[in-house]
């Protein structure tokens, strides 16, 4: 697992601060520019007027990290510290500070961390939160350190949990769209229970639902093959996320359980989780004009790629690369350049996934004239293999609304053989195909793509032993 952190809060409690995280913050909105009078301040209203590390280091360092400056010289609120220091009360204060440690902070780990301790009834502590944390993946929590204890009392304050460690469920969820009690029920869910919601909530993303139950079990299937078994799917994944409130079904067929048949839609307690907690760069990788177009009929899209419209044709461009990427299951990680950029010729991204193994793909879309006969050429090819081998990647995926040329196809091949690199070529068929009948059909593609890649790569010299 992964070592993540969570801020330091060096002289930085609620007791210290009088509990009003205000009283540090407004110094530095009235004398913006002038540290050193913002830290006078701060030593007069929290030190006895002692002038020393703990309000000159200590302090700007746990805004620092905190978030609630944007780190410079000299200090200056960031979007949240002002939206923080203008809270009607300290409560509030508090509230809108500790949902920003949870959504943008690690801050959920702290909660989970005292759950389950909670569950298992041990005293929360210093030393046990300590311990508990680590087994959640938080690092960097010297011997010491107070930083877990403290951000718990700014919890309290805010109102999140009581003395004790209680949640407020409702409070938490509605700052981050779950529950501890959904989000300890989500975890106690099957590996394949878990895999299938987490399917459901990313497709629709993209689009209202309802979704054939045959379509979503090839979705999870194609990304878990391992976890599913097409016989038990009904007994095992369907009817107890059904009866536990995440999905209903519809129109299910005759025969036992009505196996895979159906209709699916996430209910409210799923489609509560956040984006984030599916594609954790969403919001930061998304634009908000895209993510607000996300969920258009694939039909709109198709009639804006071919309308007169540049600005239009350029987004409808977007959407149908973030589409096929989402579709395809990976996570949007970043735009190397959006069509606007490119003459809304073109769209580049960046994006990744983790089912057995850990992946990097780059994805480059290209939009021609509706009655274009220009293909997509070696030097295309060839650039985006640099381009690869630079980002890290291990798949090359190239779409366009035509075709490529032999050289292109060709040479793919040969690096397929050579490297470890692997292409996928998605030609304007494939695109017509997708757009006109959604995820399955390019599913299908994918699949099929990987087979040939697998032949091509079982003919890679595979040595015994190692080199001498």
């Not at 500790?98 to 909660?111: A, M, P, Q, R």
């Not at 099929?448 to 595979?462: D, E, F, G, H, S």
Request: proline share 4%; net charge neutral; with cysteine.
């Amino acid at each position: 697992m992964t070592d993540v952190r969570l801020p330091s809060f060096n002289d930085f409690s609620p007791h210290l601060l009088k509990n009003d995280i205000r009283k540090v913050l407004q110094p530095i909105a009235d004398h913006q520019g002038d540290d050193k009078a913002i830290i006078e301040i701060w030593a007069n209203e929290f030190f006895g007027g002692k002038k020393n590390k703990r309000s000159s280091t200590n302090i700007p360092a746990t805004l620092k990290s905190t978030g609630l400056t944007t780190g410079d010289r000299p200090m200056e609120l960031s979007e949240i510290g002002q939206t923080v220091c203008t809270a009607t009360d300290a409560q509030d204060a508090a509230r809108k500070f500790c949902g920003h440690i949870l959504l943008e902070k690690n801050g959920t780990l702290l909660i989970e961390a005292i759950n389950g301790l909670r569950s298992r009834g041990i005293d929360v502590s210093k030393k046990s939160l300590k311990d508990e944390l680590k087994t959640h993946g938080v690092g960097h929590l010297s011997t010491n350190t107070t930083d877990h204890t403290t951000l718990k009392n700014w919890f309290v304050a805010a109102g999140l949990i009581d003395d004790t460690g209680a949640p407020n469920n409702d409070e938490i969820k509605s700052i981050t769209g779950i529950s501890p009690i959904e989000a300890d029920e989500l975890k106690g869910l099957s590996l394949a229970q878990q895999v299938f919601l987490h399917q459901l909530r990313r497709m629709h993303v993209t689009d209202d639902g309802p979704f054939q139950g045959a379509e979503l079990l090839k979705a999870c299937m194609s990304l878990h093959p391992q976890l599913f078994d097409e016989g038990q799917f009904a007994k095992q994944v369907r009817i107890p996320l059904e009866d536990a409130g995440w999905i209903k079904v519809e129109g299910l067929g005759k025969g036992k359980q009505g196996g895979k048949s159906g209709s699916i839609v996430g209910l409210q307690k799923l489609l509560d989780i956040p984006v984030k907690q599916v594609m954790p760069d969403f919001d930061q990788v998304i634009p908000a004009e895209l993510r607000a177009k996300l969920n258009l009929p694939l039909a709109e899209i198709e009639k804006d790629l071919w309308g007169t419209d540049k600005h239009l044709a350029g987004l409808a461009l977007e959407l149908l690369a973030l589409r096929m990427m989402i579709e395809m299951g990976l996570n949007p990680r970043e735009f190397r350049a959006r069509s606007a950029d490119t003459a809304h010729a073109e769209v580049d991204l960046i994006g990744d996934r983790a089912d057995l193994l850990f992946s990097r793909w780059t994805f480059q879309c290209k939009r021609y004239g509706k009655d274009s006969d220009t293909k997509v050429g070696l030097g295309d090819a060839a650039k985006e293999v640099g381009i690869a081998l630079f980002c890290r990647a291990h798949v090359v995926v190239m779409a366009t609304t035509t075709s490529f040329t032999k050289d292109a196809v060709n040479y793919a091949r040969e690096i397929e053989t050579l490297t470890p690199l692997q292409f996928v070529f998605i030609d304007g068929k494939v695109v017509k195909d997708f757009l006109q009948k959604g995820r399955t059909g390019l599913l299908d593609f994918i699949q099929a793509n990987a087979q040939k890649v697998m032949q091509t790569k079982r003919n890679q010299p595979l040595r015994t032993s190692l080199p001498e």
